[in-house]
């Protein structure tokens, strides 16, 4: 079974950082490219920052490039996110998966973690 767990998220004031970890399993992690989204309020679920199966190649969301950075470890099957100059438009609920492949936990519902919250306020 697919398992995505995310972690690291929490309160942080403007300008401060944080780390996120995504703990997966169940299938050939380093098979797979990564992807970090995010979903806020009332706002679509949005790509964050994307990573290619071995690490050698990421992309960013013009609205993070420059603060944040993903890496993963595939000895570990875990990804990461670490995000500096946090702004309160960051503020939202962080998610990993796999980028473009989806699985699925029902025919018509795709799988995805519980995620992590990250809120940015002063």
């Known amino acids: 079974q697919v398992q995505l767990v995310e972690s690291g998220g929490g309160l942080v004031q403007p300008g401060g950082s944080l780390r996120l970890s995504c703990a997966a399993s169940?299938?050939?992690?380093?098979?797979?490219?990564m992807a970090w989204y995010r979903q806020a309020p009332g706002k679509e679920r949005e790509l964050v920052a994307g990573?290619?199966?071995?690490?050698?190649?990421?992309n960013y969301a013009d609205s993070v490039k420059g603060r944040f950075t993903i890496s993963r470890d595939n000895a570990k099957n875990m990804v990461y996110l670490q995000m500096n100059s946090l702004r309160p438009e960051d503020t939202a609920v962080y998610y990993c998966?796999?980028?473009?492949?989806?699985?699925?936990?029902?025919?018509?519902?795709?799988?995805w973690g519980e995620g992590t919250l990250v809120t940015v306020s002063s």
């Open positions: 998966n796999a980028r473009g492949t989806v699985f699925w936990f029902r025919s018509d519902i795709p799988y």
């Open positions: 990573i290619t199966r071995g690490g050698a190649n990421t």
């Open positions: 169940g299938f050939r992690f380093s098979n797979y490219d």
